[in-house]
C-alpha cells in the first residue's frame, strides 16, 4: 500500500482509519512536522463546529475550525528539527504585518471520490498572499503533492451513505468568518497534535484564537 504525506492524520493498521483510502489504494497519512493553520473565528466557526460534531465527531475533536496554510497542500510541514524559537520568530513578523482576513466559503465538494468532504476557499487573493510570504519565508518544508488548495473540512473520517452525502453537500456557510491567528501545530503520528504556538495577525485581538476551547489538543 502506498502512504502519502501531507493531509490526514493516519495510524497505519489501524482499522477505525481505515476510510483514509484514495482511488488508488493509497492512504493518507500527516507527515511529521510543524503545521501552520488559520483559525477560523465569527460565527461561521461556531455554524461549523456544530456541523462537524453532528457528522464526525473525531474530526471535531481534534481541533476547532481552521484550513491550513502549510503542510498539507502548496508546501509540506515544516521540518521538524528547526527550532521553535526560530518559527515562532518568522511566523510573528509575517502576521504582524498581515490583517485579519474576511473569508468566504463556497458550496461543499467531496474530495476525489472519497470520504472527505469541505468547504473551500479562494486560493487567490489575500489567502494566496499569506500562503506564498510563509512559503517564500526561508523556513524549510518536506514536500506534498498538491498545489496551494485552502479548505474547512467538514466531514473525514466516516463511511458517508449516499443520503449522507447529499445532505452534506447541500450545506451552505453564509455566516460571517474570518482568520485572525496562526496555529502552530506539531504532528507526530499517530500520536495527537500538540498547539505549540498562538499568533494573532495584525490588528487581531488578544494572543489566543478564537474560541480558544479545542486548540490545546
Given at each position: 500500500?502506498?502512504v ?6 493516519d495510524?497505519e493498521?489501524?482499522?477505525a ?12 497519512r ?23 460534531r ?5 474530526l471535531a ?5 481552521h ?11 515544516i521540518a ?16 504582524s ?11 461543499p ?13 479562494d486560493p ?7 500562503h ?13 503533492r ?14 458517508l451513505?449516499?443520503?449522507?452525502a ?24 499517530p500520536?495527537?497534535?500538540r498547539?505549540?504556538?498562538?499568533i ?16 490545546d489538543?
Amino acid at each position: 500500500m502506498n502512504v502519502y504525506w501531507g493531509v490526514a492524520d493516519d495510524a497505519e493498521g489501524d482499522d477505525a482509519w481505515a476510510d483514509d483510502e484514495l482511488p488508488d489504494g493509497g492512504r493518507w497519512r500527516r507527515a511529521p512536522g510543524l503545521f501552520v493553520l488559520g483559525a477560523i473565528g465569527g460565527p461561521a466557526a461556531d455554524a461549523i463546529h456544530a456541523l462537524q460534531r453532528r457528522v464526525d465527531a473525531k474530526l471535531a475533536a481534534a481541533h476547532r475550525p481552521h484550513l491550513t496554510l502549510v503542510g498539507s497542500s502548496g508546501v509540506g510541514p515544516i521540518a521538524p528539527d528547526i527550532p521553535l524559537d526560530r518559527v515562532r520568530a518568522v511566523l510573528t513578523t509575517i502576521a504582524s504585518s498581515t490583517t485579519p482576513i474576511p473569508l468566504r466559503f463556497g458550496a461543499p465538494t467531496r474530495f476525489m471520490q472519497s470520504e472527505i468532504v469541505s468547504l473551500p476557499l479562494d486560493p487567490h487573493g489575500p489567502l494566496r498572499g499569506l500562503h506564498d510570504r510563509l512559503a517564500s519565508s526561508g523556513l524549510t518544508f518536506g514536500p506534498v503533492r498538491f498545489t496551494f488548495t485552502p479548505h474547512v473540512t467538514l466531514s473525514f473520517y466516516p463511511t458517508l451513505t449516499r443520503a449522507r452525502a447529499q445532505s452534506l453537500l447541500a450545506v451552505r456557510i453564509t455566516e460571517p468568518a474570518v482568520l485572525s491567528h496562526l496555529i502552530v501545530s506539531a504532528t507526530d503520528d499517530p500520536h495527537p497534535p500538540r498547539v505549540l504556538a498562538t499568533i494573532p495577525l495584525g490588528g487581531a485581538p488578544g494572543a489566543s484564537p478564537p474560541s480558544s476551547a479545542g486548540w490545546d489538543r
